[in-house]
């Protein structure tokens, strides 16, 4: 048992950069959304010169530029930002679901993290709760996924940085 490699994504960044992209719709909730994220990047060691965060109008719009954030090459993770409230129209299943729907692809087209913190909530009220309310901050979760899962990749590629390394563990 003790010859079995074990590997699991740490917090520390190794001077990793980050792009986050944000709706501007429903930005009372989105803006606290962004907040928590950057200051989730910002703790675990993400300077400011290496976040780049981009403003969408909604939550259509974030697949296409988390696309182009990817193309660059210049990110080790990405953050999803957005929220899309239920109406009494499909609206809502359209825009949540090809968002997602796009976000997984792209991370999967890419081999980049994702983290996925579009709301898709019933109620105003249930998106302000999980934007700092007591439901927690999910930006801020996102972002933390982004950074855990960039390192985890950065290991199982063997990149130089990460806590473990290649064949280390």
Known sequence: MSQIQRLQGQFGTANRRFGVVAARFNSRVVDLLLEGAVDCL???GVSDDRMTVVRVPGAWELPLALEELAQTGRFDGLVALGVVIRGETPHFDYVAGECSKLSSALMQ?????VGFGVLTTDTSAQAVERAGGKLGNKGWD???AAVEMA???????GDQGSELGGAKG
């Open 42 to 44: 910002r703790r675990h």
């Open 109 to 113: 087209r890419h081999r980049i993290p």
């Open 142 to 144: 996102a972002a933390a």
């Open 151 to 157: 390192d985890l990749v950065a290991q199982i590629r």
